[in-house]
Antibody, heavy 121, light 108 residues
Framework: EVQLVESGGGLVKPGGSLRLSCAAS????????MNWVRQAPGKGLEWVSF????????YYADSLKGRFTISRDNAKNSLYLQMNSLRAEDTAVYYC??????????????WGQGTLVTVSS | SSELTQPPSVSVSPGQTARITCSGD??????AYWYQQRPGQAPVLVIY???ERPSGIPERFSGSSSGTTVTLTISGVQAEDGADYYC???????????FGGGTKLTVL
């Protein structure tokens, strides 16, 4: 059974940093691309970042302007999101999502339950 | 970057057919994907590649595509189908994922 468990969310002051983690199990982690998607309170889904299975290809939403860094450790079956220079508008639930393979790509076929990041003074 | 436009809300009575549209200039070139999100839960993929249904998704969910618009159709709507629905696609390069703004389906 595929499982994705996010952690690392919490309350942080504007300008601060936070590192999110996503522990994956139930599938061959290194073979699949992964994404971070966020959802501000009461708002829609917003794609944040993509990383290929090998980590060689990385893409970010334009709105992030270099403040976030996605990475993965295939030996630990883990995905990460380093978030710097946080702003109030970064307040959201952050989801880790597995990308489908083959004809299922680039759909997101499994999602974690999310971790809440609150940016406030 | 590309944009996907959805109606904010759709209402339908139980047993009727709900249609949720998603429009975008890249949709003739890139496939669309649909997600259902119930309150307090993570999204669930219900349609991929415009028209395909993942295993475990009821047959009443179907997708179609015409030009710059894709449509999610839910036939014989049930109360449990009340949720937010999001379309997703990519830009023309295939690199950047993008979501529509979401549509709240209300079952009257």
């Amino acid at each position: 059974e595929v499982q994705l468990v996010e952690s690392g969310g919490g309350l942080v002051k504007p300008g601060g940093s936070l590192r999110l983690s996503c522990a994956a199990s139930g599938f061959m982690f290194s073979s699949y691309s992964m994404n971070w998607v966020r959802q501000a309170p009461g708002k829609g889904l917003e794609w944040v970042s993509f990383i290929s299975g090998s980590g060689n290809y990385i893409y970010y939403a334009d709105s992030l302007k270099g403040r976030f860094t996605i990475s993965r450790d295939n030996a630990k079956n883990s995905l990460y999101l380093q978030m710097n220079s946080l702003r109030a508008e970064d307040t959201a639930v952050y989801y880790c999502a597995k990308e489908g393979f083959g004809e299922l790509s680039p759909s997101l076929d499994y999602w974690g339950q999310g971790t809440l990041v609150t940016v406030s003074s | 970057s590309s944009e996907l436009t959805q109606p904010p809300s759709v209402s339908v009575s139980p047993g009727q057919t709900a249609r949720i549209t998603c429009s975008g200039d890249t949709l003739p070139k890139q496939f669309a994907y649909w997600y259902q999100q119930r309150p307090g839960q993570a999204p669930v993929l219900v349609i991929y590649k415009d028209t395909e249904r993942p295993s475990g998704i009821p047959e009443r969910f179907s997708g179609s595509s015409s030009g710059t618009t894709v449509t999610l159709t839910i036939s014989g709507v049930q109360a449990e189908d009340g949720a937010d629905y999001y379309c997703q696609s990519t830009d023309t390069s295939g690199k950047y994922r993008v979501f529509g703004g979401g549509t709240k389906l209300t079952v009257l």
